[in-house]
């Protein structure tokens, strides 16, 4: 545990969400293999997660890092099991967040940069996403973020209104608007 507040691992937001997610995982294995999920043992788990992993204030950013990096990249030719799983184990980390306002902060600046910049693989990860996340958190936090999907279609809509109006113009306009 003392591992995760390592300088040099706490400089890579990457690889540290990588292995909380993972040492997470190895946990809820050992939970599920050894103690048949016994809910004493799982509420111990959960304690001994959030006192450790919130000592650092960098691990709700992290984990928003992580989960833009999985959007963009990661996810990339998964399975449709192993999205389900890596986006789960996103959420399940962030649950033990005491910090989830500056994961929620941090993730819609980022959801707010694929979309704007297009790097994102699917807009049905990015909705999966939300969906989990709208689950434990509502759908106020969530509402926002949702709405950038709905200001990026209206930009497109606007754009192609435009070249139909104007179609003789020879401008080049293309724009997209989001709101954070």
């Known amino acids: 545990m003392k591992k995760f507040l390592d300088e040099s691992l706490l400089k890579d937001p990457i690889q540290f969400a990588k292995e909380l997610i993972a040492f997470k995982q190895e946990t809820d294995d050992i939970l599920k293999n050894a103690f048949d999920n016994n809910m004493a043992f799982q509420k111990a788990r959960d304690q001994s997660f959030m006192a450790f992993m919130n000592k650092s204030e960098m691990t709700a950013k992290h984990l928003a890092t992580y989960a833009d990096h999985e959007l963009t990249v990661g996810l990339k030719g998964a399975s449709e099991e192993e999205i389900g799983r890596k986006l789960s184990s996103i959420v399940s980390v ?52 949702t709405k950038m999907f709905t200001d990026i279609d209206l930009s497109v809509e606007l754009a192609k209104d435009y070249k139909n109006k104007f179609p003789a113009q020879s401008i080049n306009l293309e724009m997209q608007i989001v709101s954070l």
């Open 94 to 145: 962030f649950c033990l967040c005491h910090s989830r306002d500056i994961f929620m902060k941090e993730y819609g600046i980022l959801i707010g940069e694929r979309l704007l910049n297009r790097t994102f693989l699917a807009k049905e990860l990015e909705a999966r996403m939300l969906d989990k996340l709208k689950i434990e958190c509502g759908v106020g936090p969530i509402s926002k973020m």
